[in-house]
Antibody, heavy 117, light 113 residues
Framework: QVQLQESGPGLVKPSETLSLKCTVS?????????WGWIRQSPREGLVWVAS???????YYNPSLKGRVTISAETSKNHFSLMVTSVTAADTAVYYC??????????WGQGILVTVSS | VLTQTPHSLPITPGESASISCRSS????????????LDWYLQKPGQSPQLLIY???NRASGVPDRFSGSGSVSAFTLRISRVEAEDVGVYFC???????????FGQGTKLEIK
């Protein structure tokens, strides 16, 4: 059974860096078709933040203007997201997701991140 | 940019529903010739769940009341005989291999009348 769990701070101050981790069990991240981060807010709806595919191609949402980095520690079977210089606009529920094959995917339950002083 | 219509869809149980998803540009993935257009349902308080992948293929466990169709830049999700458990927000998602690009539609909220 594939399970994903997001972890990280629920509150981040403006201009600071947000770091989130997604721990995966039941499937190897390194074998996945793709894996990545999605966020959801009333203002933006569902938005892909970043992802990495089986071919090694990495996608970053252009609207985040180079503030985002996605990385993986395959030996520990987890992957991470870093967002620098956060503002209130980065307040959202952040989901991690993995797609082992085209016909199935798995999402974490989501973590609410609030940017506020 | 993916544009979904309608934004809200009140439906009587037993009726059929149809949701449109249009891409602002035609796309075609050159990875094995597949078109990566998926449909998700986000039920209240839950994470999105995959319903349809690659335009018209139902994910495991999805009832055959759900069907997807379309090509190039216009896609449709149809739900026949809507049930109370179908309420939630439906999203289309486009994925392009090269250059890498992922995007969601803005969602369609299905509610029971």
């Amino acid at each position: 059974q594939v399970q994903l769990q997001e972890s990280g701070p629920g509150l981040v101050k403006p201009s600071e860096t947000l770091s989130l981790k997604c721990t995966v069990s039941g499937y190897s991240v390194s074998s996945a078709y793709y894996w990545g981060w999605i966020r959801q807010s009333p203002r933006e709806g569902l938005v892909w933040v970043a992802s990495t595919s089986h071919s090694g191609t990495t996608y970053y949402n252009p609207s985040l203007k180079g503030r985002v980095t996605i990385s993986a520690e395959t030996s520990k079977n987890h992957f991470s997201l870093m967002v620098t210089s956060v503002t209130a606009a980065d307040t959202a529920v952040y989901y991690c997701a993995i797609r082992p094959v085209v016909m199935s995917d798995y999402w974490g339950q989501g973590i609410l991140v609030t940017v506020s002083s | 940019v993916l544009t979904q219509t309608p934004h809200s869809l009140p439906i009587t149980p037993g009726e059929s529903a149809s949701i449109s998803c249009r891409s602002s540009q035609s796309f075609w993935s050159y990875d094995h010739g597949n078109t990566y257009l998926d449909w998700y349902l986000q039920k209240p308080g839950q994470s999105p769940q995959l319903l349809i992948y690659s335009v018209s293929n139902r994910a495991s466990g999805v009832p055959d009341r759900f069907s997807g169709s379309g090509s190039v830049s216009a896609f449709t999700l149809r739900i026949s005989r809507v049930e109370a458990e179908d309420v939630g927000v439906y999203f289309c998602m486009q994925r392009v291999e090269s250059p890498s690009s992922y995007s969601f539609g803005q969602g369609t909220k299905l509610e029971i009348k």
